[in-house]
């Protein structure tokens, strides 16, 4: 998931070319495709998907450097090409595309760039290609040694443990906040980045913040009814009280035998903080000692919304993912006052009960890239997957369009002048690496996410009570994993 998919998860950055001119392109409209793609095509010509701030880096005209140079660098062949079919911005758009020409058993593309979100069903349906098998060892041995595990993760199968995508690119949720504010207002914000304090403490900083600066708003979200809510917002949320839909992190991957803890007390408090920060003390469900903090409108904003008013300036904090840190933390913009941190915290990971959650957490997300089964041009296609696991062309994507390399250690490497802001946070967002929280993807992840993001959301509204919410989403979970259960029974 990349900011390509602004419902989910958004990439680290603008590019510089975008960032100096301080625009924010949506790729919005029908499917298009760059450059001689049908069937008289080059036979070396490798066809990929990917939405229109692939495409600024991939080419340029100008003589700056590109993506295309980089896989060349790395030793791919030089008579081999890389051309991108854009798609939409929109990443449920994109998976259904995706699942359309897989199934009709069409290629081009070649390749194929996948949500972290929705990789695995189409892993389990057969439609990408085993990596463990097709590529080189030493490649296999290098992304299994460099990667972030927890991206690996959605880019195995999930039966076997191969290898069937390459991350691209992670993403990572952030705390964002208005630093200079905050410490005007009397608190201490120098320990925040390395260790982020509770939410009680937050909190009462941001109320107290807001009302000294005379502020529309203290903390703002994304809360929606959407995937992003489910995969993303409030999955940190739970994760930093201790709680998860299904147990821990052991669980995330397999579904149809996991214990469903979504109604369980760790859950159930998290969505209790969410309704004081909403609707304050005259909740009766509202969390005790707990300020109202975010606007009710929060309920039906998603990223870009809910950025608008901290970016304004009429915020104190706000998350979001690091593309939102190239856009606040210019000079021209918030310069040096703009802090950054993972998201509070509730319980520590000693305190809670399940493996994997409590502490501070950072949704995860990215996209990857797969073969498609169907290319008649894989060994074109596997030399250029190839050419992507390398460093240098890892770091190029980094510093040209601010996505962040699924070797987090590679950003200590980036050139400072090159990714903007996002060089002041590189050991932020290298925590939020060490703190990553991912969904559940599972083949029926997509399903069970709806059911996730409506009852949360009603929750947060307070059309329901979070008891009867988190109650009703039990039920409608324990089916959806039975059904599951029978099926692999079958």
Known sequence: ??????????????????????????????????????????????VMTGATDFEEILHTDDGEPSVQEALWDAGLDEDIHVELQTVVSDSVQRMEEAQSTLQAGRAPPDIHMMDTGWTIPFILREQTANLTDELPDDTVDRIEDGYLDEALEAARNPETGDLHAVPLFVDFGTMLYRQDLIEDAGYDTDDWAEEPPSWEEFAEAVSETRSEHGLDYGYTTQAAAYEGLACCSFNEVMSTWGGGY????????????????VDEEPVLDAIRMMRAFIHGDDDEHALDGYPQISPTAIVQWSEEESLGPFAGGDAVAHRNWPFAIAETGADEAFGEDLGVMTQPYAVSEDEAEHEGVGGTAAALGGWNLTLSPYTDRAEQALQVLEAFTHDEVMLTIFELQGFIPPNIDLLDEADPDEIGPVARYVDQLQLAGENAVPRPVTDVWPEQSALIFQEVNAAFRGAKSPEDAMTDLADRLEGSETEVAQQHGD
Not at 5 to 13: D, K, P, V, Y
């Open 1 to 46: 998931m990349g900011r390509e998919n602004r419902g989910h998860s958004h990439r680290a950055g603008l590019s510089r070319r975008r960032f100096v001119a301080a625009s924010t392109a949506t790729t919005v409209g029908a499917v298009s495709i760059t450059g001689c793609l049908g069937r008289g095509r080059d036979p070396n010509t490798v």
């Open 246 to 261: 299904f147990g821990g992190t052991e669980s995330l991957f397999t579904a149809g035998d996991r214990p469903i803890t």
